[in-house]
């Protein structure tokens, strides 16, 4: 299937101090295509967050929608938007691991309420584990790891269901160059897969991807498409 | 047998062994501790409402300035006949006498007039010298002899022992023959302790008390099974008071047990958020819960209720008799009524567990309508 999600007119507010709405997103149109690696840069507090959390339908927009497959996921009651998730893999920007869990376990959490066995999802989770080395570390407690680790961690707990979409906040930020690379291009192995991936980044990266991607720069409010 | 979803809500409790521990003992010994104090007079309630249906309506005694007196059976007899609505009366010869450990209750018993009571566990009737002694009268002879002393000091050959389940009131009861038993009270031959005296219909019981008190001539007392039950109804007034007093800290505990779960699981709203961002509904997040709630809950009322029937109904009992009603020396058995004691025990699971499950699903039913955003933020920095 050839999926794309689509912003209609999005806008994303905040209410500030003083009561004062401070606007993050404003008025986004753009359609993010399966099979392509696709960048948003920014300066930082620009609202590259905001629109991977606002697209996987943690939040609401303020106005405007978000449509998958025809679909508005965006105007969705709860209960809906909790299966829209389901096809959704995603990387925080501060990883979001929970700490009592160990490495396996955190990778196996996205796996446990789709009905699978627990030989299946353990089985499933240490292959995504293989992807990203850290094998090694499956029984440590995800508290335990140093900050690349945590997020090769969250890299594979959002690859570990092979969704449809992913949308990636900073994934390689704690890590080194060598490390970086791989990641990315477990990302772009997706995109053989005819997934959606996002991948909100700084603009220094742009310059080390190891494939082709569409870039967009999200600034002020506004997103433009820069290059191909 | 477990879906995936269970073994990880029993991996959960894993996680937090000693809290999952305590959270278990603490349930434990409230359900115990409460439903001993709801279950024991229930009990006691159910028991007397079987023994007092089978006492007679009304037992009649004659009285003068010093306290009670012998009956003379053949006029006694004559007189509450006379009665209109009296169905039939029985003289009873019973007394106190000292026994080896204590004071015990004598009664002569014959085949015409014998309780409801004593009918099915008797299989034959005292003779002359013989007794037959209730469950809670130790004999401390091997030969099987029990020395008792009143007007005479006689030595009794046991040759019956009735069941435990008889009655609570027969735990302390010799039967004897008629004639041994008058002697060793020291009644006159033709005389009985008091009138068992059963009326036409459960109603007429206080209506008929003029009419007997006036058919005798001489000053009687009666006290109608209505009367019976109030006054051993007072008697537990110190076990209520009692039991209030211990169940104090047992919902204290429950008190404090149940807050700290809600602030336990109020402070894991951001991980709720997490789950839901990797796709977990509000179904799941509450299933989870209630699985590991569960998977600690059901054993702790299971041993918990079971530790309150043992407290109750079983060995415990007499601990428990002494200490809410001062029964000191012997034990009574309670009758179980299973349809009263079953509710009660739901009642308690219901009451001590509903506040635990509540405190823990509270969160994830907030968690439901929340914005996953919001709840993450919650988490900061990890």
């Known amino acids: ?228 | 047998m477990f879906n995936t979803l269970q073994i990880w809500a029993f991996r959960d409790i894993l996680r937090r062994p000693f809290e999952s521990l305590l959270l278990a003992v603490t349930l434990t010994f409230a359900i115990a501790t409460v439903g001993t104090l709801l279950l024991f007079p229930r009990a006691v309630y159910d028991t007397l409402t079987v023994v007092l249906k089978a006492t007679p309506s009304i037992i009649l005694r004659q009285v003068d300035p010093t306290g009670w007196r012998p009956l003379p059976i053949r006029e006694s007899v004559q007189a509450a006949t006379s009665v209109i609505g009296v169905v039939s009366v029985r003289p009873r010869i019973w007394g106190m006498v000292n026994g080896p450990d204590g004071p015990l209750t004598v009664m002569g018993v014959q085949q015409e007039g014998l309780p409801e009571i004593l009918a099915d566990p008797l299989t034959r009737l005292p003779a002359k010298g013989q007794a037959i002694v209730g469950w809670g009268i130790a004999s401390h002879d091997p030969a099987g002899t029990l020395p008792l002393e009143g007007a005479i000091r006689q030595t009794y050959q046991v040759i019956h022992r009735l069941p435990e389940q008889t009655s609570m009131f027969t735990h302390d009861l010799v039967l004897l023959n008629p004639l041994d038993a008058q002697q060793l009270i020291g009644l006159p031959q033709g005389y009985a302790s008091d009138l068992a005296i059963d009326v036409f219909h459960e109603d007429e019981q206080d209506a008929i008390l003029s009419d007997l008190t006036a058919a005798f001539p001489w000053p009687v007392r009666c006290v109608t099974r209505r009367q019976s039950a109030g006054i051993y109804a007072g008697g537990f007034n110190r076990g209520r008071a009692l039991g209030a007093i211990t169940m104090i800290p047992a919902v204290l505990a429950m008190c404090l047990l149940v807050a700290v779960n809600t602030r336990k699981s109020m402070g894991r709203q951001s991980d709720l958020g997490i789950m839901k961002a990797m796709g977990w509904t509000t179904g799941d997040i509450i299933r989870l819960h209630l699985y590991r709630d569960l998977f600690v809950c059901l054993p702790s009322v299971a041993l918990g209720s079971c530790l309150c029937f043992f407290l109750v109904y079983g060995p415990g009992a007499d601990g428990l008799a002494g200490f809410f009603l001062g029964w000191d020396t012997l034990p009574p058995r309670l009758y179980l009524e299973t349809k009263g004691a079953v509710t009660v025990l739901l009642e308690v699971a219901g009451v001590m567990v509903a506040p635990v499950m509540a405190s823990a699903l509270l969160p994830a039913l907030k968690a439901a309508t929340a914005d996953v955003h919001e709840l993450i933020e919650g988490a900061g920095r990890r």
């Open chain 1, 1 to 228: 299937m050839n999926s794309k999600i689509t912003c209609r007119n999005l806008s994303v507010a905040f209410s500030g101090e003083n009561s004062r709405t401070r606007s993050v997103l404003d008025n986004i149109n753009v359609t993010f295509p399966a099979g392509k690696m696709n960048i948003i840069t920014g300066p930082i507090g620009a609202g590259k967050s905001t629109l991977l959390h606002t697209m996987a339908g943690l939040t609401r927009p303020t106005s405007g929608e978000v449509v998958v497959n025809d679909q508005a996921v965006s105007r969705w009651s709860g209960a809906h938007r909790d299966q829209w998730r389901r096809q959704a893999g995603i990387i925080f920007q501060h990883c979001h691991l929970l700490h009592e869990l160990t490495v396996l376990e955190n990778i196996m959490l996205p796996l446990i309420p789709l009905g699978h066995t627990v030989s299946h999802c353990r089985s499933q989770s240490i292959a995504a584990l293989k992807q990203v080395a850290l094998f090694h570390h499956a029984g440590r407690l995800a508290n335990s790891l140093s900050g690349g680790e945590r997020q090769k961690t969250a890299i594979a707990r959002a690859l570990v269901t092979q969704p449809h979409f992913i949308f990636a906040d900073e994934p390689t930020a704690h890590m080194d160059a060598e490390n970086s690379r791989q990641m990315m291009e477990l990302l772009y192995h997706c995109t053989g897969r005819n997934a959606v991936v996002i991948v909100a980044t700084h603009e220094s990266i742009l310059n080390r991807l190891p494939g082709p991607a569409l870039c967009y720069r999200l600034e002020n409010g506004a997103l433009n498409h820069l290059t191909d």
